[in-house]
């Protein structure tokens, strides 16, 4: 039964990603509480992180983005990992997300 909790957390994270796109960013004011959350917990950091990527994606300008990750503390979250094999993909949305961030600030 707790295995069909994390997945429907899970679901419902890549659900919100997917739809922030094309809603408009005050419906998802409280999200940044539950995002910071999430990544605490490796069951739902890659969902997460991918919520966090959306919101980011936003059409923002550069110090709106740099001020939500500082909210985020996804820099104080990710200093508490080890990069391992079971890490990879959560670092490879990582660094999706750096990237995004940095080419749009151009």
Same mark, same amino acid.
């Given at each position: 039964?707790?295995?069909?909790? $994390?997945?429907?957390?899970?679901?419902?994270?890549?659900?919100?990603?997917?739809?922030?796109?094309?809603?408009?960013?005050?419906?998802?004011? *409280?999200?940044?509480?539950?995002?910071? *959350?999430?990544?605490?917990?490796? &069951?739902? =950091?890659?969902?997460?992180?991918? $919520?966090?990527?959306?919101?980011?994606?936003?059409?923002?300008?550069?110090?709106?983005?740099?001020?939500?990750?500082?909210?985020?503390?996804?820099?104080?979250?990710?200093?508490?990992?080890?990069?391992? &094999? &079971?890490?990879?993909?959560?670092? &490879?949305? $990582?660094?999706?997300?750096?990237?995004?961030?940095?080419?749009?600030? =151009?």
């Amino acid at each position: 039964m707790l295995n069909n909790g $994390v997945s429907l957390i899970n679901k419902a994270l890549e659900v919100t990603s997917q739809i922030l796109d094309w809603n408009k960013i005050e419906i998802f004011a *409280n999200l940044i509480m539950l995002v910071q *959350n999430m990544l605490g917990k490796y &069951e739902f =950091r890659g969902p997460a992180l991918e $919520v966090l990527h959306a919101l980011i994606d936003k059409g923002m300008d550069i110090q709106n983005k740099i001020l939500l990750i500082l909210q985020s503390q996804i820099l104080n979250i990710l200093a508490k990992f080890d990069e391992n &094999e &079971e890490d990879q993909e959560f670092f &490879e949305i $990582v660094d999706e997300s750096v990237f995004f961030v940095l080419k749009s600030g =151009r």
